[in-house]
């Protein structure tokens, strides 16, 4: 079982930038590979971006490219999400998970370990 812990979600400005980190409480959690997804209100969960288990291949949606940034840190067992410019269409609560992966993926079915959510909400 691993657990995720996401915060620093908040209320931001468009054009603002917030730091989410999902931290992890097993040390294996650099076996597992990472992803970012958010869900707004009646919408389907999305894919954000996913982090293989080294860190060294990342891949985005379109949506995000060029203004968020995720990376991990083993050492410290956490994932982070670094989100800049952001949009009003970017408002949603955003989940980390972790799976068990060989490569970045971004369907949600195939990570097996799920966050609790972080509410971010950016005002235009």
């Known amino acids: 079982q691993v657990q995720l812990v996401e915060s620093g979600g908040g209320l931001v400005q468009a054009g603002g930038s917030l730091r989410l980190s999902c931290a992890a409480a097993?040390?294996?959690?650099?076996?597992?590979?990472m992803g970012w997804f958010r869900q707004a209100p009646g919408k389907e969960r999305e894919f954000v971006a996913a982090?293989?288990?080294?860190?060294?291949?990342?891949y985005y949606a379109d949506s995000v490219k060029g203004r968020f940034t995720i990376s991990r840190d083993n050492a410290k067992i956490t994932v982070y999400l670094q989100m800049n410019s952001l949009k009003p269409e970017d408002t949603a609560v955003y989940y980390c998970?972790?799976?068990?992966?060989?490569?970045?993926?971004?369907?949600?079915?195939?990570?097996?370990?799920w966050g609790q959510g972080t509410q971010v909400t950016v005002s235009s």
């Open positions: 998970a972790a799976g068990v992966l060989t490569t970045v993926v971004d369907i949600p079915a195939r990570y097996t370990y």
């Open positions: 097993r040390r294996t959690i650099s076996t597992y590979a």
């Open positions: 982090i293989n288990r080294s860190g060294g291949s990342t």
